[in-house]
């Protein structure tokens, strides 16, 4: 079980910088707790962190949980500002060192875009992320996305190592893109984030209205009445469905306390479910609307 969760369990880190989530009411833990919680994970076996300038506080408190040496096998992954376009010479690596002396690190395991620059800066930023490479600044280099048809063709570049795209099971497009496939023949490792959907698959009825989101009960309430009926645990179910539908991703998963990280830690290891019921589930389910999958589109 141990190198289960080392192999295929990434600790997200915007909960601890960000009040993050549609599900999350309490809001942030304090810096202390969140570099506590970070250490923690690290001791219970976690090895792959995932963080971003744009998360508020994080970076700040990987470095100081993790940074400076404290972790020596930690592989931290971060981001590039949203905005962040590469117009000008040395613009990537001014931002990487900037993202290198708030992690306390000489170097990262791995850089993403958080979002696609436009098509005329492509061959810029490659030759940048190549240098980079080259001087040992960055190990792996790739992007987040939410769309499947931009990140398949960002995993087609030499340069990308990484993808990091939400995954859940309400969300077939990944399957109909052949995500797992283009991967493995590109040789691009899978980070699987949102796997509750940024919390919206736990919420019930008040908890949806609370979050304004109530218009989505409809399309939640076939996955709950799937698991309950067959005995599963919800959570575990979202998990493993995800875990063996891309065997060889690994699972980015966000915690506000010790409860959380544990619970995940727990679920993570679970049994696997059979390989006929994840593929009846995949097989009956209907496509969902854009308005759903894409968070950036909820109105909140």
């Not at 493993?240 to 619970?263: K, N, S």
Request: net charge neutral; hydrophobic share 45%.
């Amino acid at each position: 079980m141990q190198e289960d969760i080392l192999g295929r369990f990434c600790l997200g880190t915007v909960q601890l910088g960000l009040d993050y989530g549609v599900a999350n009411f309490a809001g942030r833990p304090d810096r202390e707790a969140a570099a506590a919680l970070l250490r923690l994970a690290y001791a219970r076996g976690a090895r792959f962190f995932d963080t971003a300038f744009a998360y508020g506080e994080s970076e700040a408190i990987v470095g100081q949980a993790l940074g400076g040496g404290q972790a020596p096998h930690a592989r931290v992954i971060t981001k590039l500002p949203p905005d962040f376009a590469c117009a000008a010479p040395g613009a990537l690596r001014r931002a990487v060192a900037a993202s290198l002396t708030r992690l306390g690190a000489e170097s990262l395991w791995g850089l993403m875009l958080h979002r696609a620059v436009d098509q005329g800066s492509r061959p810029g930023l490659l030759r940048a992320v190549s240098e980079l490479k080259r001087d040992g600044l960055i190990r792996r280099f790739g992007i987040s996305s939410y769309e499947p048809k931009q990140a398949l063709d960002w995993m087609r570049e030499p340069e990308v190592d990484i993808v990091q795209v939400p995954v859940n099971v309400l969300d077939k497009r990944w399957i109909e893109a052949d995500l797992a496939g283009e991967a493995r023949q590109n040789a691009v490792t899978v980070f699987a984030r949102s796997i509750y959907l940024q919390g919206l698959l736990l919420l019930d009825g008040p908890g949806l209205e609370r979050a304004n989101m109530d218009w989505a009960a409809g399309f939640l309430r076939p996955a709950k009445d799937f698991a309950a009926g067959r005995g599963l645990d919800f959570k575990a179910f979202c998990i493993r469905v995800v875990a063996q539908t891309f065997p060889e991703a690994i699972l980015v998963m966000g915690v506000q306390d010790q409860a959380q990280l544990e619970e995940n830690l727990r679920l993570f290891q679970d049994r696997p479910l059979p390989a006929e019921l994840v593929e009846l589930w995949w097989r009956n389910l209907p496509g969902m609307p854009t308005r759903l999958l894409n968070p950036s589109l909820w109105e909140r």
